[in-house]
């Protein structure tokens, strides 16, 4: 009963918006002031008059009030203060004499805290425990009332089982979901764990469990993101709280340009899944965490070859991979992938730049091998210096790669330019061989096969060219040496030559323009092509004298290309002149005047206008260069 009875503490208010009672006001104010058929303007003056009298009187009064003695207004406040203190007085004793009356009657049962809050004139005059208190019987009850409470006692037995009753099944209810949500929620994290994913505790939230999506052996940064929360939904589901991962999937797109034109765009490398499962979620976050990782380790590897020509704007990576063809390296969202239009896409850019793609992504999995190697071998000594971590290398070896291909494809087309002009002059130079890539992959190597081949693959690249030529025992060799590790990343040539007849000619060397191989190439044949036309016997000429004598052309100036028929005449000196270029063979010959023939400039005195003989170019002569130096020596 005590527990439903209520008690207002608020007045009640009334209700503003009740109906008017007009009706009611008009008949009190025909009883008050009487119908309103008597009211005229007499009476209306009338009542204006009293009123306003009343109002002189109530004046007068409070003016009279004021005019009081100040002493006796005091005299009266302090009367009024004596009073609330006197009341004031009498309330404190009356409470202090209802302390002392219960801590007097406590004390019977609890004798030190009663004297705690007893006065010290009670203590003096009642000992502790002198008053008591018993219960009384109370006169019997009669049979209605008695009834009256076994029903009412009984209703609130009955009302209070069936709450308990109620909230007993309610909690069995609530019991039976959160044990389904629990069983599905366990189901799918043991799912979770047999596919392969390592669960365990997180590290600051022990009673929470986490799966490593991530990789141990990453940048510090991306191994802690790699750990990702496993929590429960409302149904018992699992949500992948992936923290810092962003909801959409990226990956790092690599673009080829070339001349300017986009070429060449790679794909993502896992495909596009639609599926909102555990699963799908834990392997997007995977692939999105290792993508930003390969992006932060290419745009670090991008800042330390700055000098190499590599730029790095916002979300952008440029890198100059050869003459014409430029590397775009950006990471975007799959589906900023999928709006780009492939009008202009060719076979050849998507071949490069998914090339490059796999190529970036095997090179940092290689990283994180050789992390977990170094990290499996003795520590090393402990100093106050921190040692810095070098940037992995990523797309070093793959613009190496290009670079080197791009070099032995322009020296492939150099030679096959040049020896093809020989060829049109019929001097038949043996073919040249060719060794791209030499090196071989080490057969001892206690590695695995797989970072063996990516260990090839960072070693530095060479690639040989070898020939003969037409002089005897001569030969030339080019090595094209291509180092991807800083500080001297580039390539260079090494060009060598054996030519007997001329023990004075050094070999070049190395060589890191092309420009200069190219000279280096086409002076060293343009000493072979003089030497054989100065080697070959000439046909007999028709001495006055009747005599004959058999001639050779002497190489006065062979490094450039000149050769003198000598006579015994001295304005019937010939001279030829051969110029060797890329595209042709040029030879002049002429007839000049100095005694020996060998004046150089203004000082040949050339007595006729020369000849002019070309091969390999689409004015090309037809005769050979062997039929033209007989001809000329007639």
Known sequence: MAGSFTLPLRPLLDDRDRP?????????????????????????????????????????????????DSTERLEQLYKRRKDIIDFATQAHMEAMFAVDFVSLLLSKNTPRQAEASMSAFLKQIAPLGSLNAEIVNPPPKPDSTTKDISAVSRGWRIQNFNGAANKLLQAASRLENEVASETRYWNEVLTVKEKGWKVSRLPRERQALGVQYGFLEATPVFRDRGLASLRRGENGSLILDKGLIPPKARFVRVQVMQDGQLTGRSKPTSPRNDEQTIESRILQARDTLYEEELFHELVREARATANYGVTTRQNLIRIPASDNLEILLDLVDVDENDLQSDQDISQEGTRIAEGLSHTIRILLAYAHRQNLHRRTLLPLPLTPKKRSVPEHQLFRPALAYIQHMSHVLWLQSFLKDILGVLHSAALDIPAYTKHVFSTRMAQTSSAPTAEAVVERFLTPFESTFSGKLLTPRGSFSIAIHTNLSSPSFGTSFDVSCNMPNYLDIKSPGRLSLREEVQAAITHLLLLDVVFTTSSNSLPPSKPENDTQENRVWEAVYPQHGELVLSSSNPERHRKIKLALSRHELSLQTYTVRCIDGTGRGKWEQPSQTPKQYTWGTPSASTQSLMAVVSEASR
Do not use: C, H, M
Request: charged fraction near 40%.
């Open 20 to 68: 008017d009672t007009l009706p009611a006001e008009i008949a009190q104010i025909n009883n008050q002031w009487g119908s309103f058929r008597d009211v005229n303007e007499d009476v209306l003056r009338t009542k204006i008059a009293e009123e306003y009298k009343d109002d002189l009187d109530e004046d007068e009064g409070d003016q009279s009030a004021s005019d009081l």
